[in-house]
């Protein structure tokens, strides 16, 4: 083998391993949409059960905890406030964040029984992660719920955004809290112990 | 003669208003309404606390009273016949967009609704699998290109844009409800319309806009927010554009 045909081939073959390897790295359609399609079924599954919405609170949590990079999401909410945050504000908001969350949609869920979702296509959007587009049918009403998935910084796939009817949760609260911060003078503490009452 | 000098003074009107729509609205670039755009925000606060006032005083009993009192099956009919006569709107601008696919459907259904749902009291045509689509004027313009305009939020109208509030006007000459001749049934169906599509929207949203409204620190804020994304949604047929798309990893790990 000449020197120059064996540096051709080795180039080419670690540039594919390259490649591969970084495709590994990023969400591909499949495994977004079978990681919603189990999320949609864990919330399914809780909602059919019987009891009051705020008994259903504690596992909404722990189902959203392994799905969604709560912590994340959790900053995005506090737009352009997260940056002046210090490590124990961020701990304590996080934690109280992630109970506003579960009490929102369990109260939401409580009105719906006997759903059906039903997973439409999913779409890649590079960078920013797979969009998964689902349908809902609930109470004779069909209800269009996309899901934005994407690799979190160890590379596992998580939930980022739900968009339901064009409603991204992540856009709602950011306008909601940003703005409840500013009517508090930038005071994120005095936040935080609003958002604990928050839909109470 | 006559319906001639009728049809130029309309037109000459209707030019005049789009025109007024482009100037007013081209200070934005942006075709989707966003959440900055907001000048005027001290008067609309100022509006936005009326119609608050006025949907717990009103709206909100009535819809609720609405709710309970009528029957299911009746409520079903109105909010069959509220979205059948937005159809012929919703044609007319698919139309306008270029959107034949959306033209086509809206045109089934509406022959559907017409004689198997007679005169859109039923809805076969979802049973048919037909789909249901939403267009107006508004969204015409933002896929012409017109830019959005400030918010405004209109006393009893409720959230909009400056683009998006001009452009009803343009809505109601497309609607056939517009043309249609005198006598007392019509004129009692033109004057219930837009009562009867408010309650019953207030109605099948109920909670929603009560969390909205009642269970937020600044509902002026939620209702902005909430109507510009649903705007957004309705401009871009439901698909998403990956500039708004949120990038939670674009910041330092929270």
């Known amino acids: 083998m000449k020197r120059r045909t064996f540096f051709a081939l080795t180039s080419a073959f670690t540039l594919s391993t390259m490649m591969s390897a970084s495709s590994a790295f990023a969400v591909t359609t499949g495994e977004a949409r079978s990681l919603v399609e189990n999320v949609a079924n864990q919330v399914l599954t809780l909602i059919r059960q019987p009891g009051a919405p705020q008994s259903k609170t504690g596992e909404l949590k722990s189902i959203m905890a392994q799905s969604v990079d709560m912590r994340q999401v959790a900053g995005a909410a506090l737009g352009r406030y997260a940056r002046g945050t210090n490590p124990g504000q961020r701990d304590r908001y996080v934690a109280v964040y992630q109970d506003y969350v579960a009490r929102i949609y369990a109260n939401r869920f409580s009105e719906y029984s006997g759903e059906t979702i039903s997973i439409n296509g999913a779409q890649d959007f590079g960078r920013k992660g797979v969009v998964v587009d689902s349908s809902v049918n609930a109470n004779g009403q069909t209800i269009n ?30 306008a909601e809290f940003t703005q409840m911060i500013q009517q508090l003078d930038g005071d994120v503490d005095a936040f935080i112990t609003r958002l604990q009452t928050l839909g109470t | 003669m006559l319906g001639e000098i009728i049809r130029r003074r309309f037109n000459f009107r209707f030019a005049t208003i789009l025109t007024s729509i482009i100037v007013l609205s081209g200070c934005s670039n942006s075709l989707v309404p966003e959440d900055g755009n907001d000048p005027i925000e001290g008067v609309n606060r100022a ?42 709107v919703t044609f007319a601008n698919s139309v306008l967009q270029g959107n034949v696919e959306r033209a086509g459907d809206t045109a089934a259904r509406f022959f559907v609704n017409s004689t198997l749902g007679g005169l859109g009291a039923l809805d076969p045509a979802t049973d048919m699998g037909i789909p249901e689509h939403s267009e107006d004027f508004g969204q015409t313009l933002a896929v012409w290109g017109v830019g959005s305009g400030p918010y405004v939020e209109l006393p009893l109208l409720g959230p909009t844009t400056v683009r998006d509030g001009l452009s009803r006007v343009a809505d109601t000459a497309l609607s ?11 004129s009692i169906v033109k004057a219930a319309e837009t009562p009867v599509r408010v309650v019953d929207t207030r109605e099948r949203f109920g909670s929603l806009i009560d969390e909205a409204l009642y269970e ?25 554009d990956a500039e708004t798309l949120p990038d939670i990893y674009n910041d330092e790990a929270f």
Do not use: C
């Open chain 2, 216 to 240: 937020s620190d600044d509902s002026y804020t939620v209702v902005r927010n909430t109507f510009l994304q649903r705007r957004r949604n309705a401009i871009l047929n439901g698909n998403i």
């Open chain 2, 176 to 186: 056939p409800l517009t043309y249609i001749g005198q006598g007392t049934t019509t």
């Open chain 1, 145 to 174: 719920i996309k899901w934005q998935v994407r690799d979190n910084r160890s590379g596992q796939p998580k939930i980022n955004d739900i968009i339901v009817e064009g409603l991204s949760m992540i856009s709602s609260q950011q």
């Open chain 2, 47 to 88: 509006v936005h606390s009326f119609n608050k006032g006025l949907d717990t005083a009103v709206l909100r009993p009535v819809s609720k009273g609405y709710g309970t009192v009528v029957p299911e099956t009746f409520r079903h009919v109105i909010n069959n016949e509220v979205r059948y006569v937005q159809l012929p």
